[in-house]
């Protein structure tokens, strides 16, 4: 009897490892469709990191990273926008209120990649989320001044930013 309960437990034991393994050391696209199901804007998250090619490789921190990265590019990207439309401003009102829109996002981009990245690398994911709250706050406030011009750029920068928060809590 005892023989045949071993016989019968230990291809299950084989099949558990097996599946807290792959569970484990699960990375790639797989994981990417998990990582990024878990968001509020699953698209938007899968198709930022698969525009990189670490993701491939990549476990959930390597994907954190990236998102972290990919969240001081699409300020920077935004801060261009701002920029262009500051230069190009016909009066006062308008250009004060899209310099402040660049300053914050040119800003908090340097302070993702500085600092956010440091702590990130220190293993103090919960202090390298500070600089993307920041970035939560720059969008609200340019937000607010309604600049028709950057609608667009303010809707798409807040839903990686959602990504990008969503994801990095996963480490902490
Ligand atoms: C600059 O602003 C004017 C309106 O003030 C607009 O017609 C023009 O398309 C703008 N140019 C650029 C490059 O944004
Ligand atoms: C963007 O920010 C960096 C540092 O945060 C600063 O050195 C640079 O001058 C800023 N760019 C502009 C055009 O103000």
């Known amino acids: 009897m005892g023989i045949k309960l071993l016989a019968v437990s230990l291809p299950l034991l084989v099949i558990s490892i097996a599946v807290i393994s792959t569970a484990a050391d699960e990375k790639g696209e797989p994981l990417i469709t998990k990582t990024c199901g ?3 804007f699953p698209d938007v998250c899968t198709s930022a990191l698969e525009s990189d090619p670490r993701s491939s490789s990549a476990d959930v921190k390597g994907l954190s990273r990236i998102a972290l990265e990919f969240s001081a590019t699409k300020a920077k990207e935004a801060a261009g926008v701002a920029y262009k439309l500051m230069q190009n401003s016909s009066d006062y009102g308008d250009w004060s209120k899209r310099t402040t829109c660049f300053d914050g996002y040119n800003f908090t981009a340097d302070r993702i990649k500085g600092e956010g990245l440091q702590y990130f690398e220190e293993g103090k994911y919960e202090k390298s989320h500070q600089p993307v709250n920041l970035l939560t706050d720059d969008i609200k406030f340019c937000t607010s001044f309604g600049v028709p011009q950057l609608v667009e750029t303010n809707t798409m920068l ?12 996963l480490l902490f």
């Open 38 to 40: 878990g968001t509020e």
């Open 158 to 169: 807040s839903r990686f930013t959602s990504v990008v928060k969503t994801i990095l809590h």
